[in-house]
């Protein structure tokens, strides 16, 4: 596990005198051989140790090409949780949220196949044909096998979906 020292004030991990206060992160592992993740089985927030904030661990580019307006990130959202960015939640559920989220993206991201790379740090496999649900949200296409489906899979049954 390795530490690193936080010392800005705007961070969550400063203290209120802005002296740095150290943030333990979770081991990182080589991008060439990394290590298989265990399958996630239930909702069990940040790791004993891991004082990441929500926007810490939604830094982490596995994030980065949800379409947050899509009927498939609400329902994902629900599967972890809730929503991390609910600012009338407690700063500490959110990270716990977000953890969940990370791991499920994370576990989802390491299974390998024809429309997909895995541990490129990306849900792969959306297709570009959108459309709109009744409810004004998008409904994502994603090809057959690809991490795109697991995520929606998992969006819609849960940590059962995940093989």
Not at 3 to 28: D, K, Y
Not at 135 to 157: C, P, Q, Y
């Amino acid at each position: 596990m390795s530490t690193i020292l936080q010392n800005s004030p705007w961070s969550h991990g400063a203290s209120q005198f802005g002296h740095a206060t150290a943030l333990s992160t979770p081991p990182e592992t080589s991008s060439a051989h990394p290590t298989p993740l265990e399958k996630p089985t239930h909702n069990e927030g940040r790791a004993p140790g891991d004082h990441r904030s929500v926007m810490q661990i939604t830094d982490n580019p596995i994030f980065g090409n949800l379409n947050k307006k899509t009927d498939m990130y609400k329902r994902f959202q629900q599967q972890v949780g809730g929503d991390w960015n609910d600012p009338n939640l407690p700063p500490q559920q959110r990270a716990d949220i977000a953890a969940n989220a990370e791991r499920v993206l994370k576990y989802i991201d390491q299974h390998n196949s024809s429309a997909a790379d895995s541990n490129n740090n990306r849900i792969d496999g959306f297709s570009p044909i959108r459309n709109f649900s009744s409810a004004g949200f998008r409904t994502v296409h994603t090809i057959e096998g690809s991490e795109a489906r697991l995520l929606d899979n998992f969006s819609k049954n849960g940590y059962s979906a995940l093989p």
